[in-house]
């Protein structure tokens, strides 16, 4: 399918709810969608960075959305195959319900790309957010909630760990300039204590001399 010839400067930032409660919920009962915005690709057949390639969002922005076939890791089984070529998407957290209206439409899990195979694999800063839609929202159907997922894959610029590691040299370094003002103030105070001797036995030189005088 062909993307949408999108006007300029256009953006798309969907909520949670929307993205569940329109665009995943029409895809999985087959409706049209207002604007084709979001491509369905096999995301487990492709690496995170072979992604932007195929969003049909500008490329200048930082995330992409695509509808994915839940592909089973065993043939009667519920786990999802999230194995790629090159690595493996891991799942991290606790799912988190998606509401409209007081009522859970569907739940949204957090997953992290990492290169090798399990449990060696090393972590990278690709992330996807999975959304899933509720049984109860489908109309008179069976499994066709598994059909699909709706996918938002993005790059983190800075990792949570190295953003404290960094706020933490920061600290230390801060707290090593306040000791060393500390000193500072401390060497300024013993010299001017050190004047302030000098000061005296300046003061008590000139009395002695004038008392020397007077009793001459």
């Known amino acids: ?25 029409r895809k999985v009962h087959g409706l049209s969608i207002e604007l084709d915005i979001i491509p369905e690709v096999d995301l ?9 390639e195929k969003s049909f969002l500008p490329s200048r922005d930082s995330e992409w959305y695509f509808f994915g076939p839940r592909d089973r890791k065993y043939p009667n089984g519920c786990r999802t195959n999230r194995a790629t070529r090159a690595g493996y998407w891991k799942s991290t957290g606790k799912d988190r319900r998606v509401s409209y209206q007081n009522r859970s439409i569907g739940m949204k899990k957090t997953l992290v790309y990492y290169k090798g195979r399990a449990p060696q694999g090393l972590r990278t800063n690709w992330v996807m957010h999975e959304y899933r839609i509720e049984e109860s929202e489908c109309d008179n159907t069976m499994g066709i909630q598994d059909s699909y997922a709706l996918c938002r894959v993005f790059k983190k610029n800075v990792v949570f760990g190295e953003f404290e590691r960094q706020g933490e040299s920061s600290t230390s370094k801060a ?42």
């Open 1 to 25: 399918m062909a993307p949408a010839d999108l006007p300029p400067g256009f953006r798309f930032h969907p909520t949670d709810e929307e993205l569940v409660n329109y665009y995943l919920k």
């Open 44 to 52: 487990y057949k492709c690496e995170p960075w072979e992604l932007a």
């Open 175 to 216: 707290k090593g300039n306040q000791e060393q003002l500390t000193n500072f103030g401390d060497v300024g105070q013993s010299s001017g204590s050190n004047e302030q001797v000098k000061d005296n036995s300046w003061m008590q030189f000139i009395a002695d001399d004038l008392w020397s005088n007077k009793t001459k």
